[in-house]
C-alpha cells in the first residue's frame, strides 16, 4: 500500500517535470509565484494574505497543468483540426485566463499596499 503511494507521488512529479518540460506559459507561471514569494516575504505579508497567495498561486498552476493534459489528450484521439476539439482547447485555455486574472487581482489586492507605503 505505501509503495503505490509513493509510486503515485513519483507520476504527480513526473508531470510537473512534464508540464515544466514542455509548457513555456507553466515556466512564465512558476516564476511569477517565486517572485510573488519573494514580494511576500520582503513584505512580510499576513498569515491571512500568505493563504490567499498560495490558494491563487495554486489555483493557476493547477489549471495551466489541467489545460495541459486536455490539449495532450485532444491531440491523441484528433489530431487533424475539429471544432469541437477546437471549443474544448479554446475553453481549456479560458480556464487558465480565469485563474491568471484572478490571480494579478489577489496579487494587486495584496501587494499595492505595501508598495504605496514604500513612497
Not at 504527480?12 to 506559459?25: D, I, N, R, V
Request: some cysteine; glycine content about 4%.
Amino acid at each position: 500500500m505505501l509503495h503505490k503511494k509513493i509510486n503515485n507521488v513519483r507520476y504527480a512529479l513526473s508531470g510537473l517535470y512534464l508540464a515544466w518540460q514542455e509548457e513555456f506559459s507553466f515556466r512564465v507561471q512558476v516564476v511569477a509565484m517565486l517572485l510573488a514569494l519573494l514580494f511576500g516575504a520582503y513584505f512580510g505579508i499576513t498569515t491571512t494574505e500568505w493563504l490567499f497567495l498560495f490558494l491563487t498561486i495554486s489555483f493557476v498552476l493547477s489549471a495551466e497543468v489541467f489545460n495541459t493534459a486536455l490539449e495532450e489528450l485532444c491531440d491523441k484521439y484528433k489530431a487533424d483540426p475539429d471544432p469541437h476539439i477546437g471549443k474544448i482547447k479554446d475553453l481549456a485555455a479560458a480556464a487558465v485566463l480565469i485563474a491568471s486574472f484572478v490571480a494579478l487581482i489577489v496579487g494587486a489586492i495584496i501587494f499595492i499596499p505595501y508598495l504605496a507605503a514604500l513612497s
